[in-house]
Structures are given as C-alpha cells and as structure tokens.
C-alpha cells in the first residue's frame, strides 16, 4: 500500500531537521578529508562513480535521509511507476520513459499493446529506416544520399537530443561511427530557421518534424517555413521529411512525410531523449548501434536506481541530499558544472528537466503545499565557467550546491604535454582543486582574498563521455528528479504552467486583448 | 565629496525597507494596467526603451529608489570613475572601459598616456589590419587570403566577444558585411580545441591569442595547442596568430605573433568586449566599421547612464529596481530571457559580467558587510526557454524576477505567413503574453492549472538586433552592473575569488598534494 503524503508530514522529515548541521570545512580538511573522499563513492552504470564527499552530510544525516527515503516509499513508487502504475495523476497517464530502454518490472499494456514490445518495435522501424539512409537505399528523388539530418522541435524535442548529439558528436567522429551531421531549429524567431537553411545544402537534408500532439506552435510554424524553402528550391517537401509523433497526432499516417515513428502519451517530453524523439536523430547521425549503446547505458542506470538500498542506489542518494539542501538547508539553486567540452549543453537539459517537472507549488492531489519545491538549475561547462560566474560562487553572499561531472580522459584523444601536464590532466587538476576550494576555503587576513569555504557539491566521475555513459548520466538525473518529486509529493510529469502564456499569445494574434496585453502588443508593434 | 558607505548605514535604505508593498497583480490588471505599460518607459540609445511597468514599484517606491540613488552618490561616483578615479581599489587600477568608445569627461592619464587617445589608436592599429586581411594585403605564407579568424581565450576573452560574433553575424551576412566566418576556442579541455581545429581550414586560418596578462593557463596552453597543429600542417605559427594583450606581458612585442594589440590594466576582463578583446575578432569578422557602430551604440548609452536624473537614466533605474528586489523583496536571482536566437549566448555573457563583478561579500575596504550582493544569473532565448523552464517561473515556489529583451524586427528578414501572422509576429506576441501571464496570473479552482501571478518583469524594447542595438544593450548593462556594485559598496572589478582554484589546481599538477586534493586527484587518475 502506497502513502502519498506531503514531505511536511513525515515523520522522519522533523527528524531529518533535528539532526546537527554538518561543519563542511572541518570535516574535509586533513585525512579526515581523504578518508571521506575514499568512503563517499557510489557506483554508478557504465564504471562511474557518484562521489558525495564535499557534501554537508556524515552518519547521522545520511540516517536520517534513509529513513525518510523509506517513509516516503520511493522504491516502492519507483516500482509502482515501472509497472504501469498511473504516477502523472494530473493528466492520467502512466509514466514509461524507462520502457524504452529496458524493462524493470511486469510487462505494462494500454489498450492491449505491450509497450516494451510497441517501443521496441518503433526502434527498430527507426534502425532500418536509418540503416537504408546511410546505404542509399532512401534517397531524395534525384537519388542522391542524404547527408544532412535537421530536426524540428522545441523543448524536449530539442535540448535532450540536441545536448546528446554535442555529447557524441566528436566521439562518433574519432571512433569511425559518424554517418551525418545534424542541426536543430527550434526558436519561433524565424532567424533560427532562416539561419539553419542558410547553412545547409537541402536537396541532400533530411527533416525531422518531432512533436508528440502535432499541435506545438513553433514546431508547426518552422515545418512550414521548412516546406517553403523546399519548394523554393524546387523540391518535394514530402520526399525530406520524416515525423515523430504519437499515433493520434494530426501529424500521423500523413502524406506530407516519407515515414513516421510513434511515441506516446505515456513520454513526458523532458524525458523522450530515450524514444524516438532522440532515437531518430541519433540513429540518423551516429547509427542505430551507437543509440542502442545509448540506450544500454541508461537501461543500467535504471537497475541501479531500483535498489531499495539508498547507499547502492547514486540517483536515490542524490535526490535525498538535494531534498536535504533545499528544504533543511535552504539553499535556492543548484549548479550543474561539467568538465567536458562534450557536455556543453547537457545542463540546459538538465535546467528543462528539473525545473519543468519539479517547479510546482501544489501536491500530486492539486493542494497548496508549505515547503520549496525543485531548485533553480543553472550551468555551464569548466574550465570556462571558473572564468565567469565561480566567482559568485566561491564568495558571493549565498551557498550555491554544486554538481560536478568529470572523465578522465578525453574523446579525441589529441592532446599536448605543456609545463609536465597534458590538457586533459590540467582539466581533472582543475576540478579536484575546485571541489576542496569551495569545501575547505582557505583563511587570509586581507578579507577580500578570504574564502570561507563550506560550500558543497558533488562529483559523478566517468572513464569517457561515449554512448554508455552518456546514457547512464541521462537516466541517474531522470530518476534523480523523480525521486525528488516523490518527496515532495507533486507530479513531475505535467506542465500547467505552460498552458496561460500559450492561451494569451493566441489572444494576442487575434487581437482579442486589452488592457496591458494591449499596451505590450501595441509597444512591439504586433 | 563621496562617501563610500554600506548600504545598510544610509538613511534612505531604512525608508524604502517601510515603504508599502506593491501588489502587482492588482496595478497591473485592467486599465491600470495599460497605462503602467504606457507610462513606464525610459528611452534608452538607438530608439530603445526600458520597460519597468510589470516591476513591483509605484510612485512612493520610486521616490524611495531615488533617494537612495541619490544619498549613495551614484551620479557622482560614475562621474569619478569615468573621470579616472581610481575605482578597482583592491588593485589599485583606474576603470576605463567606457574610454574604449567614448569621452564622458576629463582627459584620463596614466604614465604620461592619454588613455583615450590609446584606445583609439590601438582600435585604429587593428582596423588597418583587418582591413589589409580584407584586401589580400595580408595574407599567409602561400600568399592565400585568410578566410577564418579563431579566436582563442578565455571568461572575459571569450563570452562577450563570441555572443557579440553570434547575434551580429547574421545581420551581417544579410547587409553583406560579412567577412571572414570566427571560430573559438577556450576550454582546456583538449577536445575543445581539436574540435575546432578538425573543423576549419588552418592553413587559411588567423588566430588571435588573447590574455590581458598573457598568463592565462587554458589560454597559454590552447596556444601551444595550435602551435602544434600549425607546425604539423607544415606552417609557420608566426605567420598564422596575433596577440590582444597587456604591454607589459609576456606576450608583447614577440616574435611568435604577426602583430600585437594593446589594452591595459584599466580594462577588467568582462568588460573588454569593446577593447581589442571584442575589436579584433568583430572587425575581422564584419569589417571594422560595424565595430565601430557597435562601439557608437555602446558610447550612446553611456551617455545616458550620466543623466543625473534617474528616471532618464534607464541603467540606474534598472539597477535601483534590481537592488530593491534583492535587499528589500529578498529575490535570489534573476533570469535573462531575450526573444532574440541572435542573443543566444548574450545571457553567458551577462552570468559573467553580474556574478563576477558583483559576487562578493566583502566591502570596498574588504571589511564584511551584512546584506546580500549580487543575485545568480541565467538564461536562454525564447521561446525556448518557455518550452523548458518556465513551468518553474511560472509555478515555482520562489519568485525570479525576470529580464526580457524583444524586437520588432527579424534579422535576416525571411520570414512566412501562418494562420495570419509571421513567425516575427509570433515571437513577439509571446513575450507580451509572458509578462502579462507571469504579473497578473489566473485564477483557476483546480490549483494545479492556477497562476499566482505577482512574478516581476521588465522589458527592453529595440527596432532590430544590429551592431548599434547591440552596442547599447551591452553598456546598459555594464553600467547596470556598475551602479549596482555602487549602492552596494562593494568593489565590482577585481575577481579574487577566482584565485584559490588555480593555486590548488597548480598543486595536483606538481603532485603536492595531501588530504581530500590527493584523494579527488586519485579518483581522476591525476
């Protein structure tokens, strides 16, 4: 039997606020510092850690985050998710994001499909139509390959793949794996479209139109900008375009696309990287076997995150530190700091996902509740962000939590020894330097050079950004933010408050405005 | 007479902490909604506005703002600082980056150098080179014209440079001044400059090494990275790379570069987009005389921000409202959001120029002060982020206050007619809609679907994103930055909290290291 109660009537949650705060500094200094880095580390998919040192926690805490993970049921809800259960009560449908990728519990059916078998199934189509592009055996209708893949979408149809294919991209380049480049047009702007198409050559594109409810704005203004450029130049628009989509979108079994590939309703977009949405575009870009390893890495993750124990569980733990730093700590944000030219994007992936499924004010029930819920989630890749904003961080007025995310070794592989050290070592220097600094600080009489330290993060270390741990990282922050949101007791997997700045930007278009929308659309000139 | 006092011991701080609330749902609802929009504007440089109407201020608020402009002494502070003050007190050094394109004031000397008259020169020096590069005067050993410019560097060296290349270089392809496509690198991760490398032509490449100090270690090492690749190509790195640096660096009046061009120490990093930092990349790009525009636009907002009179002086303003926001509301951070795609990486820049210079917890004098400094910083173009974040914005348990940026006009000028209206006039109806759905909110009994509203913004108004626009977007921010940094006593222009991070990476590399550094330097395989 599953309890779905507010974190602010748990039990083990008053405990957790009793427990005596943790002196950061103090317990990462000396070899009590070395022996917590040796003790703190999870194992993660792939041969990745999940190290959780430099974070303000010891034994008691960490006891206190047990319990309370267990009075809060996650493992339980985890598997009431992964068994068809349905989590996103607001919009009444399941949540099977990880069905896509493997399969963790009972076989789950809708309407007499099994969807481990439809996903299956739609990756495949995937893999053989992708298969065909690459061998020549679909075309454009000169007959000439395809060797530009563009995707149309916005949202989770665009930052999860597009923060995938940036992660790959090099790799797949050195490892003999790259069939073609990829670009995305997203942005209503019509500089966004206008730029892309300027860029290619389109009688050798490929478009992908990605829209689950074939009803997206911006998608369907930028498929029709797209159409008209092909027509433009003389082309078949319904000979360079392909859809993903749900079966009962306006855009499926449609003339105006060579093939389509079906998700469902049961894919928040946030988290279709795994579906077709990503599956497509990867497929297209890298080959279906480099998405199946993509997809590998996350199904792994997955199992780890199905533990029941929190200690052998990294996106459990994780979940329950952050809960620990936003509703007993207070701390407001959270910076995701990768060292990895590669996962240059990945944090504003993370920023959709975290902040969309978790930025609620109301229960999974519909009522108010009286405690924060998800973090402010920014982030940009090191070295170059300790050149930007790690001053704030290091001595601005607030504690910011950190996630650091480190490899230690590049995906090129070009490197240059200079002063004794490779780049690549001088990147691992500075990431090891950076997480004791702002733990440990350091005392200066001149306070301005003064660091105060006791500031926490966390580092998940991997071997290589390849398809593997590229998918094993994707799935522990999916399930990391799940977890947070069963804490929290909201619904990760709805987004209301997208619904009002629609409705009104259509009042806007057809006039139907007055008072200060009026005066706005008076001031832009619309 | 200035007195550099903490905020907390003026007078008119105290006041504006009494100063009722404003209830933003309420005055911005109805007909006094539309006159707020109307009223609430302040003409910035080249035929842009500031919006302040969906700001939590009213007539009394406003007055209370005033009065501390005017009892912190902002007017005359900047007047001291353009004047040649010595403002960065922690490193002694005057503040002169408003220099680089204008004269507010007196004749500024240092050493005997009329410090105008060397700006202009050193940006002249640099317009006859791009120009010779242009013209085939320049060109490499094979006598070939260089048709790339790589900029490598670092914070400073590298956002505001690569988001001015960004949001100009369709604009410039459009009014064909476009000349040469740049390129950047500035991650020490190795796979940073690889990738760069592996995707241009080097043997008809320039690069540009930039680093005031000449000290930088991504930037020393991405330059021996390039050596490297250069010498493997069979050419001689002399006759491939410029240097923008400090005269008295390492990298001056060497024989590694074809030409070198200065600034100097009166220039911080994250203000150097209009010193040759910005001017050698900009004007080889496009042409030196769009970076003199951009230099025009810049100067014009200077102006303004002079105006004693804070309600023509649309930065102090800004800034005032930004300070009551922090210190009186108690708001944590602030989100960029400008509907351009071309401003795509203007809000790195802007997470660069606020945190750095404005995150700090000491005073001017380094004694500690007792009230928060500057707030996070962060970003994405809409209406993407609409798509990502917003759900949080809206829905969230804290309040961001927000800052978008919109303008009437397109770039590139293609555009497509759908359902009755552009996508120019899409983009631009949504960012009304967003201001009027984030203040006024919706009442709505199922609670997941209500909207609280009461969730400020503001709103810069522009015809077009162009080298003038551009400009005075960025000084008005800088100033922004600057006034803020004023009210809060604090020194805006030195970093040292940048500095313990390198010192202990320095340590992992010589392998003197004990504790948790040797700990995290074992798990990285250092």
């Known amino acids: 039997m599953i309890n779905w109660n507010n974190l602010d009537t748990?039990?083990?949650?008053?405990?957790?606020?009793?427990?005596?705060?943790?002196?950061?500094?103090?317990v990462m200094s000396g070899e009590s510092g070395a022996e917590r880095v040796k003790k703190c580390s999870v194992?993660?998919?792939?041969?990745?850690v999940y190290n959780y040192a430099a974070k303000e926690v010891d034994d008691n805490v960490l006891a206190a985050l047990k319990k309370l993970a267990e009075e809060a049921q996650l493992s339980e809800k985890f598997e009431a998710l992964y068994n068809g259960e349905v989590i996103n009560t607001g919009e009444k449908r399941m949540v099977l994001h990880q069905l896509t990728r493997g399969q963790l519990g009972n076989k789950v059916e809708a309407d007499?499909?099994?969807?481990?078998?439809?996903?299956?199934?739609?990756?495949?189509?995937?893999?053989?139509?992708?298969?065909?592009?690459?061998?020549?055996?679909?075309?454009?209708a000169a007959g000439e390959k395809f060797t530009t893949v563009v995707q149309i979408g916005i949202g989770g149809s665009d930052l999860g793949p597009r923060a995938m294919y940036l992660a790959l991209e090099n790799w797949a380049k050195k490892n003999n794996t790259f069939k073609m480049e990829a670009k995305f047009i997203s942005n209503v702007d019509p500089d966004d479209a206008s730029a892309v198409l300027n860029s290619i050559d389109v009688a050798h594109s490929l478009f992908i139109l990605?829209?689950?409810?074939?009803?997206?704005?911006?998608?369907?203004?930028?498929?029709?900008?797209?159409?008209?450029?092909?027509?433009?130049?003389?082309?078949?628009?319904?000979?360079?375009?392909?859809?993903?989509t749900s079966e009962t979108s306006p855009l499926a079994h449609s003339d105006d696309f060579i093939e389509a590939f079906y998700m469902d309703d049961f894919i928040g977009g946030r988290y279709s990287s795994t579906s077709g949405v990503?599956?497509?575009?990867?497929?297209?870009?890298?080959?279906?076997?480099?998405?199946?390893?993509?997809?590998?890495?996350?199904?792994?993750?997955?199992?780890?995150?199905?533990?029941?124990?929190?200690?052998?569980n990294p996106a459990m733990l994780d979940a329950m530190i952050g809960v620990y730093e936003r509703n007993v700590l207070g701390y407001e944000s959270t910076a995701v700091l990768p060292y990895s030219q590669a996962l240059n994007r990945f944090p504003a992936h993370l920023q959709q996902l975290d902040m969309?499924?978790?930025?609620?004010?109301?229960?999974?029930?519909?009522?108010?509740?009286?405690?924060?819920?998800?973090?402010?989630?920014?982030?940009?890749?090191?070295?170059?962000?300790?050149?930007?904003?790690?001053q704030l961080l290091h001595q601005g007025?607030?504690?910011?939590?950190?996630?650091?995310?480190?490899?230690?070794?590049?995906?090129?592989?070009?490197?240059?020894?200079?002063?004794?050290?490779?780049?690549?070592?001088?990147?691992?220097?500075?990431?090891?330097?950076?997480?004791?600094?702002?733990?440990?600080?350091?005392?200066?009489?001149?306070?301005?050079?003064?660091?105060?330290?006791?500031?926490?993060?966390?580092?998940?270390?991997?071997?290589?950004v390849n398809p593997k741990t590229l998918g094993a990282l994707?799935?522990?922050?999916?399930?990391?933010?799940?977890?947070?949101?069963?804490?929290?007791?909201?619904?990760?997997?709805?987004?209301?408050?997208?619904?009002?700045g629609k409705t009104l930007a259509k009042k806007v278009l057809a006039h139907e405005t007055d008072g200060a929308l009026a005066a706005y659309s008076a001031l832009l000139n619309i």
Chains 1, 2 share one sequence.
């Not at 748990?10 to 103090?26: A, D, H, M, P």
């Not at 009803?215 to 930028?222: A, C």
């Not at 599956?279 to 279906?288: I, Y």
């Not at 076997?289 to 124990?309: H, R, T």
């Open 397 to 464: 007025t607030d504690i910011v939590p950190l996630q650091f995310i480190g490899f230690k070794n590049s995906q090129i592989g070009n490197d240059v020894d200079i002063q004794g050290s490779t780049s690549q070592q001088k990147l691992c220097a500075n990431v090891a330097a950076q997480i004791v600094a702002f733990a440990c600080g350091k005392k200066d009489d001149n306070l301005n050079k003064n660091f105060k330290g006791g500031r926490p993060s966390s580092i998940i270390i991997g071997e290589e």
């Open 278 to 312: 990503g599956g497509a575009v990867l497929s297209l870009a890298f080959g279906p076997d480099v998405f199946a390893q993509f997809l590998d890495g996350a199904a792994a993750e997955d199992k780890l995150s199905a533990n029941k124990n929190i200690f052998e």
């Open 112 to 140: 007499g499909v099994d969807k481990r078998e439809f996903y299956v199934k739609e990756q495949k189509r995937i893999a053989d139509f992708a298969n065909k592009v690459h061998n020549g055996e679909i075309t454009n």
């Open 10 to 26: 748990l039990k083990s949650f008053e405990e957790l606020n009793k427990v005596e705060r943790v002196n950061l500094q103090e």
């Open 210 to 244: 990605v829209s689950k409810s074939g009803t997206t704005l911006e998608t369907l203004t930028n498929q029709s900008f797209v159409m008209n450029a092909l027509e433009k130049a003389g082309l078949n628009p319904a000979k360079h375009m392909i859809a993903v």
């Open 356 to 390: 969309e499924s978790n930025g609620k004010q109301v229960n999974r029930f519909g009522e108010p509740i009286n405690y924060v819920t998800g973090p402010i989630i920014f982030g940009e890749p090191g070295t170059n962000g300790q050149h930007s904003f790690y």
């Open 474 to 500: 994707l799935a522990h922050f999916e399930n990391k933010v799940m977890f947070q949101g069963f804490v929290w007791n909201i619904n990760s997997f709805d987004q209301e408050g997208v619904q009002l």
């Open 43 to 48: 194992a993660m998919a792939e041969g990745m």
